[in-house]
């Protein structure tokens, strides 16, 4: 974690200062990861919703199918942030479009 300021110009006040959080992601859960990141609360909790109801557990380390016991099982790969939006069968969206 960090903390940041943007310059002000010469006739504004002092900009607020910004947390800056830094992850390190190992490769296999980067999509997910970043799907994560670049997603509003409400679009998480939606997207997090549907995934429950097709039959998937999904967080923002991983993407895995649920067994009839409920218990998840091994983790599914991903190799683009479309492919957890393809597991789920939910219309791919860019990030500048996941802000509910």
């Known amino acids: ?9 010469d ?11 830094i992850r390190l992601i190992p490769k296999d859960q980067y999509y997910c990861g970043v799907l994560y990141f670049t997603g509003s609360d409400l679009f998480n909790k939606n997207m997090r919703a549907h995934a429950l109801e097709m ?9 895995r ?18 492919d957890v939006f393809d597991y789920i069968q939910w219309q791919y969206r860019e990030p500048k479009e996941r802000s509910e």
């Open 55 to 63: 039959g998937f557990t999904l967080n923002e380390y991983t993407i």
């Open 1 to 9: 974690m960090g903390v940041c300021q943007l310059p002000s110009k």
């Open 11 to 21: 006739d504004e006040a002092a900009c607020p200062y910004r947390r800056i959080d």
């Open 65 to 82: 199918p649920l067994g009839v016991t409920g218990v998840a099982g091994e983790p599914l790969p991903v190799d683009s942030e479309k």
